[in-house]
DNA sequence: TTATGTAGCATAGCTTGCTATGTTTTTGCA
DNA sequence: TGCAAAAACATAGCAAGCTATGCTACATAA
């Protein structure tokens, strides 16, 4: 009977997806709100943070880091060329590649754009104490190591 | 000069919102891959859920129960119509409100679908123990909940 | 050297999220 | 009763994710 039941009923406060879904559209959200009068949209952001740390980076090398499709990466660098964050140059030495570059407006919006992130971590985290906040954060460091894992192998 | 250290770095891998973004990718990544064969996709997933425990529920429903905004689930329900999964009728005594069915090929996804949920979680949490995935699901929920909250007020 | 494969990027077309706005029906109040 | 406000849904248009496919440049092997 219980297996049963179990196998009929999907409490979906109990899945794990269901709730990192739900937690990332709030993230987003409330992330859009705070950037929207820099500039920046929801997308663009994780390029810019590794654009911040040091730009001059190809398209390849983005695509890695922030583990996005290409396709992905590509149009967002489209957008970002259009709005101004970001200016392309093709490589010497193998013109297939191109390396991307932050304009000046874009280098201008570094501090405020970390605020804006730090405020939103701190409104996501408010009811976790110190402890906490490093355990969850850990923790869904693991998870996505696992997922990764079950992806490539 | 360590504020200003502070104040000029973002370690990405130490936000929470960098964090369930990617998570949330992952996620959806493994499902779409698990419930296309059943020609199920990640958007209507969740209204599948819903549906599953009492259909005929209304648009306005089902985008309190999911927290989705009312163009989103309008155009999912569109998509779902279109593709055979559900049916729309008008609730008599008031003309503007719908109720939404399943139809029976939809009904017939219910096993396999929750079977391929439950197998993309845990993959994901694989490599936590029991009480490590019970406390993570509740610090996810308490993290959505600090969001709703400083969305509402 | 030439043919074939691979790497890097672009493009087409889809889903799913969003905001803004329009339409119709119902409600509520003067 | 009639008119303004609100409620429920539809639609337009954008961003950001995805798969599939195409193009060009480089690498490699016969």
Tied chains: 1, 2.
């Excluded at 994780?46 to 654009?51: A, K, N, Q």
């Amino acid at each position: 009977m219980f297996l049963q039941y179990a196998a009929m009923t999907f409490d979906k406060s109990a899945s794990a997806g269901y709730l990192a879904n739900h937690m990332a559209r709030l993230f987003a959200r409330g992330l859009r709100a705070r950037i929207e009068p820099l500039g920046l949209t929801v997308g663009q952001f994780p390029v810019m943070l590794e654009l911040w740390e040091g730009d001059g980076l190809t398209q390849k090398e983005l695509r890695v880091r922030l583990d996005i499709e290409q396709a992905t990466i590509a149009n967002t660098l489209n957008r970002m060329e259009r709005d101004g964050l970001i200016r392309r140059t093709r490589n010497e030495g193998d013109a297939r590649v191109q390396r991307v570059w932050l304009t000046e407006r874009a280098r201008t919006l570094r501090a405020p754009a970390y605020a804006a992130a730090t405020a939103q971590n701190a409104a996501a985290l408010a009811s976790l104490t110190e402890a906490e906040r490093a355990r969850f954060l850990h923790d869904m460091e693991r998870v996505i190591a696992s997922m990764q894992e079950s992806e490539g192998g």
